[in-house]
């Protein structure tokens, strides 16, 4: 009598499926989803600016443009060395503000790593994939020190989540920043009070949009007294810059949805349909056939000798 044997090539293919789903979720997601080794950008900010070369001259109000870049030196599995650097510039080509560091950025988290960069610090360099309701420290070029950034509410764009922060920078001494001018840091420190809001897609941690307004003032070292307005400005980014920043979320959202999501989800998907029809093909084949149906039509009738 012939038997029917369920092949095990069928139950190697389906659980190699299913295992190479768990393996794309599990590992080569957030591998992939780490910040890239050569990571670079850069962004801009149209800003309305009132500003003194020192203690008591003329206030100078103008518009300008600021820049924001980042770019990768040098990285490891877990980390990246990554030069940051913000500029402020008058429409004369003075030089505002200016913030130029080195920052040791985790991979994984996009958090400021101690130890690594030219100064100790804490908090996020980046807002990170899957951005979550919370409060963040942040440290990054915008500012010369670390400042907190707390989820108030979502908002819909384009049908998609985004996700609001407001900001604060309270008391940071920004002297460096400031070192270009005369009298900072040989009679003044500077100090900065400045707030805004943040818009941040969440899957891919994207800032999409971004607004702010501070002030600077110089103040007395050894008393602390505020001598007078240093720099008062408000920015946000150039409309250009906006698009491009929605542009690219909106890619790194796909992107990280296809590894973590879609692809781990197709790949056990073919693996139990690949196992279900084995099975039905199996079964099929093991269903013994009904013998009314299948004997010849010629065994029944009467013999032609007779």
């Not at 200016?98 to 960069?117: A, I, K, M, W």
């Not at 702010?212 to 007078?228: I, M």
């Amino acid at each position: 009598m012939k038997t029917h044997r369920f092949p095990r090539l069928h139950f190697v293919v389906a659980a190699g499926l299913c295992l190479l789903a768990a393996l794309q979720y599990f590992v080569i997601a957030p591998e992939l989803a780490r910040l890239p080794a050569d990571y670079v950008a850069e962004t801009k900010y149209f800003a309305k600016c009132r500003s003194h070369e020192r203690p008591g001259s003329q206030v100078e109000e103008y518009h300008c443009i600021a820049r924001r870049r980042d770019q990768t030196l040098t990285s490891g599995r877990d980390q990246a060395i990554i030069q940051g650097d913000t500029h402020w510039l008058t429409p004369a080509g003075v030089v505002m503000f200016e913030v130029l560091s080195v920052y040791g950025v985790d991979r994984r988290t996009r958090e400021n790593l101690p130890g690594y960069g030219n100064e100790e610090r804490r908090g996020l360099y980046l807002f990170p994939p899957h951005t979550k309701q919370q409060k963040y420290g942040q440290w990054d070029p915008m500012y010369g020190g670390p400042r907190v950034a707390t989820f108030v509410r979502t908002e819909q764009r384009d049908g998609l989540p985004v996700y609001v922060f407001n900001f604060a920078a309270n008391g940071l001494d920004e002297t460096t920043g400031y070192s270009s001018l005369p009298d900072v840091p040989e009679r003044y420190r500077a100090i900065t009070f400045g707030k805004g809001t943040v818009r941040v897609e969440p899957v891919s941690g994207v800032i999409v949009g971004y607004e702010e307004e501070g002030t600077s003032y110089f103040v007395e070292p050894k008393t602390g007294e505020h001598v007078a307005e240093l720099f008062e400005w408000s920015d946000s980014f150039t409309l250009e810059t906006a698009a491009a920043q929605w542009q690219l979320a909106r890619s790194q959202r796909w992107h990280f949805l296809a590894l973590e999501i879609y692809l781990p989800a197709a790949l056990a998907v073919a693996g139990l349909t690949w196992l279900a029809g084995a099975a039905l093909v199996f079964l099929r084949r093991k269903t013994p056939h009904d013998p009314d149906s299948t004997e010849p039509a010629w065994h029944l009738a009467p013999s032609l000798g007779t």
